[in-house]
C-alpha cells in the first residue's frame, strides 16, 4: 500500500519582520512627514490669532468694549477699545476711565445709577475683554434693555453717544 500525502499551497504572507526595509523606512518616512506638515499648519494657524489680538502694543489700562442688541438670530454688534492712558475710545472715554478707576477695573462693582427704566423688553449684551493694572478683566452680561444697562454700568458701555 503506498501512501501519498497531499499538500496544499496556501500563500505566505510577509510579517513586518520579513517585509523588505527599504518598505518600512519608506513608511516611517512618510508617517513623519505627515506629522511634520500637521504640526506646522497647526502652528501657522496659531501665529495670527495671537499677532492680532488687540492687546498688542497697548499699554496701561484698556479693555475692547462691544455692545450686541438683539438676540443671536438678529444682532447688531458695535465694539471698540477703550485706552484709558489718556482716555480715547469712545465719547465718554474720560468717564468711564474715572468710574473704572474707581472701581478697580471691576465692572460689577461700579455702583448703580438711580433709574428709571421702561419695562420693554429689547435684550442688550455687554462685553468687556482687556486688562487693568495687570489683571485680566473678562465681563459679559445681558441686560433686558439699554436703560438698565447705562444704570447698572455708567459710561462703560455708553458706545453711541
Not at 4 to 23: C, D, F, I, V
Amino acid at each position: 500500500m503506498t501512501h501519498t500525502t497531499s499538500k496544499t499551497h496556501t500563500p505566505k504572507t510577509r510579517s513586518a519582520e520579513t517585509r523588505p526595509l527599504k518598505t518600512r523606512t519608506r513608511k516611517a518616512t512618510a508617517l513623519r512627514s505627515a506629522l511634520l506638515a500637521t504640526a506646522l499648519v497647526l502652528l501657522a494657524g496659531q501665529a495670527p490669532a495671537r499677532a492680532t489680538a488687540p492687546h498688542h502694543g497697548v499699554r496701561g489700562d484698556w479693555l475692547y468694549l462691544t455692545v450686541t442688541r438683539g438676540d443671536s438670530r438678529s444682532s447688531d454688534t458695535r465694539g471698540t477699545l477703550l485706552l484709558c492712558d489718556p482716555p480715547q475710545g469712545h465719547a465718554h472715554a474720560a468717564e468711564a476711565c474715572a468710574e473704572l478707576a474707581a472701581a478697580d477695573g471691576d465692572i460689577d462693582a461700579l455702583p448703580p445709577k438711580s433709574a428709571f427704566c421702561p419695562m420693554i423688553y429689547a435684550p442688550v449684551t455687554a462685553h468687556a475683554r482687556g486688562e487693568w493694572k495687570g489683571r485680566p478683566v473678562d465681563y459679559s452680561r445681558t441686560f433686558s434693555n439699554a436703560c438698565s444697562m447705562a444704570a447698572r454700568t455708567g459710561h462703560v458701555f455708553a458706545l453711541d453717544s
